[in-house]
């Protein structure tokens, strides 16, 4: 079988597979739609919340669909299904979008398929924590990375494509390009090591291996059932926090290049300048991935989106190229950490067994709060003709999201129940 004739650990597998959904879906339809923003909105005359309305329907699909489908994440199949149609979605959405005049066709072919496309291949982060135990900061450091490969060069790679072929063809060309790249993913996708005889982090499979011997080793864990974990104060304020500092943090996204744009900075410039934001992000994971060994997560979590309210900070004062970049270089590192640390927190404050169905519970309210915060920020642009309450509103939204994972202790494991999460 090919799980078992990888030279190395196939749970790395998993984590290639997450590495190039999140470099598509990050790198296209998150930093890259912002390159598209501005020649959509001269060509097609919408306003901005108009425009990023899209983002809130997206959402709404992933409501809709994780607290259905996570469930099937913890199953044999169910990840490569889920992967394989939400990889034919993604691509079709960017296709279509090469013939969008209409505010409906938008919204359907972004705003749905692309919403259905885009819970679908990042379906398979859910699988990463279930190989991992130990490694599991690096584990999802790597995995993430893929968002920041993406965003070094993919935006500024798509400005290049629209000033070759225009905005539409640009979506058409993306969209195939797409397809090509996420769906060897169906086939490589596995649920977890135990179907294969195998143990988390690539122990060796010793039947006599002892309890102790695998705590001590980092591989033995204790995992909340759905139910279980929804019973826990832990849970809510951990679904509060991720939610406000997605918000805050990646909902902000759509709005950087349109708000360089519009300090006079040149498209080209803008985009160059999420280049040093990606080459910052991607360091920023690993020494996130080091981090988490070390300091307790919800204080890693602290920390990050603290950076990230700084940064923001400093973006709205940038007048200059040098300080831009150095503004979006300290995007990098309050960012680019954030997709590890929103996910570790869910599988290391509740195990890995049932992590799909949990995070099918966590994941509506953060992907609304990422892709429909665009919309927000919009309607507060139009509103105010201007960016002052934007950027207040993300501030407000990642200080109050220090304040609850403050409070969001690891929950307790009950006692009755003292099997660890891994039994050979």
């Known amino acids: ?24 879906s990050v790198g296209l339809q998150f930093w890259g739609f912002s390159v598209f923003v501005v020649p959509m909105e001269e060509e097609l005359g919408w ?11 997206g959402a709404l699909m992933s409501v809709l669909l994780a607290p259905v489908l996570g469930p099937y994440g913890d199953t044999k199949y169910g990840p490569r299904i889920i992967y394989g149609v939400g990889a034919v979605f993604f691509a079709l959405s960017m296709i279509l ?62 400005q290049l494509l629209i000033d070759a072929v225009g905005w539409r063809d640009a979506w058409m060309y993306l969209g195939f390009i797409s397809l090509v790249m996420l769906l060897p993913g169906i086939f490589l996708l596995r649920t977890s090591p135990e179907e294969f005889g195998l143990n988390p982090d690539g122990v060796p499979n010793d039947d006599a291996l002892s309890t102790a011997s695998r705590k001590a080793r980092g591989t033995a ?21 991720t939610t406000l500092a997605a918000f805050g943090v990646m909902g902000f996204v759509p709005n950087i290049v349109p708000f360089l744009r519009g300090q006079g900075f040149s498209a080209t410039a803008a985009t160059a300048s999420i280049t040093a934001y990606g080459a910052v992000a991607i360091l920023m994971r690993f020494g996130l991935g080091y981090m988490v060994r ?41 960012f680019g950490g954030f997709w590890v640390v929103q996910n570790l927190i869910v599988a290391d404050y509740f195990g890995r067994r049932h992590i799909s169905g949990i995070l099918g519970l966590v ?31 993300a501030l407000v939204a990642i200080a109050f999201s220090m304040i609850v994972v403050y409070y969001a202790k690891p929950a307790t494991q009950p006692m009755a129940q003292q099997a660890p ?3 050979g």
């Not at 679908?120 to 859910?126: A, R």
């Not at 309210?365 to 509103?393: E, H, I, K, R």
């Open 1 to 24: 079988m090919l799980v078992h004739r990888t030279p190395f650990f196939y749970g790395w597998v998993i984590v290639m597979v997450v590495m190039m959904s999140g470099l598509l």
């Open 47 to 57: 306003s901005r919340s108009t425009l990023l309305a899209a983002y809130a329907i």
């Open 97 to 158: 979008m090469k013939y969008v005049d209409a505010i409906w066709e938008h919204y359907l072919f972004f705003g749905v398929l692309g919403g259905i496309g885009r819970y679908g291949i990042h379906l398979p982060l859910s699988i990463v924590p279930k190989w991992f135990v130990k490694q599991r900061g690096m584990a999802l450091a790597w995995s993430s990375a893929g968002a920041g490969i993406g965003t070094f060069f993919v935006a500024y790679s798509i």
């Open 221 to 241: 864990e204790y995992s909340f059932t759905r139910g279980g974990a929804m019973r826990t104060r832990a849970f809510w304020l951990v679904l509060v926090a």
């Open 294 to 334: 070390r300091i307790p997560i919800r204080w890693v979590f602290i920390i990050q989106v603290a950076i990230a309210g700084v940064a923001i900070s400093f973006l709205y004062t940038v007048t200059i190229i040098p300080t831009m970049v150095l503004a979006m270089a300290l995007v990098g590192i309050g």
């Open 363 to 393: 994941q509506p309210f953060q992907q609304g709060a990422t892709w429909g915060g665009p919309l927000v920020y919009g309607l507060l642009f139009d509103a105010f003709n201007g960016y002052q309450w934007v950027f207040a509103s």
């Open 421 to 423: 999460a891994i039994s």
